[in-house]
């Protein structure tokens, strides 16, 4: 704030041409004066930078700086404070502040005034940045350069929402402590044992309490491990619950940075219907398969998800997406496919490793900021592959940036099968020895059995559970050592 004197006097002499209310700022100012402790109604809603009249952004800020010193506010201490500034510059600075405090009993509630004073403000922040808009987008030659101008009025369209209807960050133990119960309580009620999310998978379910609010989850594996195909069975499961009525259930956002929305589409339809992904792409579909897609496509319609496939995303138009989705939608659940490739703001794509910081910091701000899970999906290094043991590992992210330090909860995904066939079609064992028998022997038997290992936790215990993975549709299911594997012909 550039400090302008600005008198009594000069204040009739501002413009009119924008929105302001130079009594409302008095009034409010006056109320202050009067009671201090109603600062504490403002605390979050109204900035200094919120008033018109410089000299009222002044006292503003000085009323708070006394009052967060513990010292009263009044039109003498206030003087005292703005002294040695250019609003004292012609001593008419006391007899104005001694005006509004003597008539702040005209002022009214202070909620209201401020309310009054931060419209304002917003209006004349609209009109600036359409005039901003208006120069930047006739500069703005190059499709990179357009899209930023979008993404920068997108993040300040945002903000502008969001100045004023801060809620302070500080909250009493005992506030804390009740939300904690109600949830343990409701979990208690419906017998379901969660206090989050549902993902539908019990094992997972029953070791996190569901995917809990303000998470972010990283769930990483080599490719054809089937992380996207577990991302999306979750993202269906959690919007089915919903529109059952079923404990867990939430409205879904998914962001596909890889696959285009038909596609994830086609691999629900595939799940939801029991019919292989290869079939509805090729048509070759007999009576019952097509009367089964009819039917899972009818029931998937209500589904509370929403698709975001546009590709190369940067985290800041991510964030403003999200934000739209949660206040659309009210989604309690995101799910982002995948990390690597989104992009961050542009401050450090010279370095990818920063850069990628600076998007797993970016999504854990968004779990934060909508308060739901976040699901990341991440891919690993080639690294994996050339170790013994291809389990993956915390160490493996580690040179991924900051993930496995922003990230709540990291999920690794391992299949045996996958290794297991790669060697035996590579020809490493021969046909009939020893090494080759064992091999399918063993095959055979983790078929299908894929490992979510829960390499961390912050909330909790960490663990392995085991998935059965059907590759024709894609789908997971909770495991079973009674499970029947059906490897169906492709």
């Known amino acids: 704030m550039s400090e302008t004197a600005v008198t009594t006097t000069d204040i009739t002499a501002l413009t009119v041409q924008v929105p302001h209310s130079v009594a409302a700022e008095q009034a409010l100012l006056g109320a202050l004066m009067v009671n201090n402790r109603l600062y504490d109604d403002l605390q979050g809603t109204l900035l200094a930078e919120h008033f018109y009249v410089p000299l009222h952004a002044a006292v503003f800020e000085a009323i708070e700086k006394l009052i967060n010193r513990g010292r009263e506010a009044n039109p003498i201490t206030l003087r005292e404070g703005l002294r ?150 979750i993202a269906q499961n959690v919007a089915t619950k919903l529109v059952r009525g079923e404990p867990g259930g939430a409205a879904v956002g998914v962001f596909s940075l890889e696959m285009g929305a038909d596609q994830i589409t086609q691999r629900m339809l595939s799940s939801a219907a029991n019919v292989s992904a290869n079939q509805i792409a090729s048509g070759h579909l007999n009576d019952a398969d097509f009367g089964r897609l009819v039917a899972a496509a009818g029931e998937m319609a209500e589904l509370p998800l929403y698709i975001d496939d546009t590709p190369g995303l940067s985290i800041n138009a991510m964030r403003a997406r999200a934000r739209r989705m949660k206040r659309q939608y009210g989604i309690g659940l995101l799910i982002v496919d995948y990390l690597q490739l989104m992009s961050g703001s542009g401050r450090s794509s010279d370095n990818r490793v920063q850069e990628v910081s600076e998007i797993s910091q970016g999504l854990k701000h968004i779990a934060r900021e909508l308060n739901i899970p976040v699901i990341a999906l991440s891919q690993l290094s080639r690294g994996v592959e050339s170790r013994d043991n291809k389990r993956p590992q915390l160490a493996d992210l580690r040179e991924s940036g900051s993930i496995e330090q922003d990230a709540d909860l990291v999920w690794f995904l391992y299949r045996e099968e996958y290794y297991l066939s790669r060697q035996l079609g590579a020809g490493d064992a021969l046909d009939g020895d020893k090494k080759a028998l064992e091999m399918k022997d063993r095959l055979e038997k983790v078929r299908g059995i894929t490992e979510l290992i829960i390499s961390k936790n912050r909330k909790g215990p960490t663990d392995t559970v085991r998935l059965l993975f059907h590759p024709q549709t894609t789908t997971f299911h909770s495991f079973s050592p009674r499970s029947d594997y059906h490897h169906e012909a492709a």
């Open 84 to 233: 040695h500034t250019p609003f004292d510059a012609d001593n008419a600075l006391f007899p104005h502040l001694t005006s509004m405090f003597e008539n702040a009993g005209l002022g009214g509630d202070v909620k209201s005034l401020a309310e009054v004073i931060h419209t304002a403000y917003l209006q004349r922040q609209l009109i600036g940045l359409s005039d901003n808009l208006k120069q930047q987008a006739g500069t703005a030659s190059e499709a990179t350069s357009v899209r930023e101008v979008l993404d920068a009025v997108s993040g300040e369209l945002f903000r502008l929402a969001e100045t004023g209807n801060a809620t302070s960050t500080v909250r009493g133990l005992r506030d804390s402590l009740r939300e904690v119960i109600e949830r343990a309580e409701a979990a208690k009620k419906d017998g379901s044992g969660l206090t989050g999310v549902a993902t539908n998978f019990a094992d997972l379910d029953n070791l996190l309490g569901g995917l809990q609010r303000s998470d972010m989850i990283i769930l990483a594996a080599r490719p054809s491990m089937g992380k996207t195909a577990l991302a999306i069975n």
